[in-house]
């Protein structure tokens, strides 16, 4: 949850991305959702709907499963260019792939809840065991 002072002092560039994130994925335009998760890593931790989704979410929502392997696919990435591989997915497994929308959901949990297996298999890659269960 933002804190007061985010909610009060939102950061411009932010909400920009926040709103052109919403509007493209919501126009199923998911090829430029990839390319804004590849260049603007602020993209990956933006909420886009009231419920806290990030573009992930919305992503393993709609069944997109491709989509949800790039977007994950580019947040490795980011990751990867300053870490080892192997820090990079335990922080994408704990800080993205376990981000939780105000209906405390993950990615994760969209992705078995809505059958979308492959996404799924996609997620349960970054995780070890004992982190898939309380990402569930």
């Known amino acids: 949850m933002a804190s007061t002072i985010d909610q009060i002092n939102p950061d ?3 909400e920009n991305v ?3 994130l919403f509007k493209i994925a919501m126009q199923g335009k998911w090829e430029k959702v990839v390319e804004i998760y590849r260049t603007n890593p602020m993209a990956h931790k933006a909420k886009l709907t009231r419920s806290g989704d990030t573009a992930l979410h919305i992503a393993v929502s709609d069944g997109q499963e491709e989509r ?5 696919g580019s947040i490795i990435s980011v990751k990867r260019e300053s870490k080892e591989i192997k820090e990079c997915i335990a922080n994408v ?3 993205l792939v376990g981000a939780r929308n105000h209906d405390n959901e993950t990615p994760f949990f969209l992705a078995a809840l809505y059958g979308k297996k492959e996404a799924f298999l ?3 890659e970054l995780c070890g065991y004992r982190e898939w269960v309380q990402l569930l």
């Open 12 to 14: 411009p560039e932010m």
């Open 18 to 20: 926040k709103k052109y």
């Open 68 to 72: 949800v392997e790039e977007l994950v």
């Open 93 to 95: 497994d704990k800080s």
């Open 122 to 124: 996609c997620l349960h």
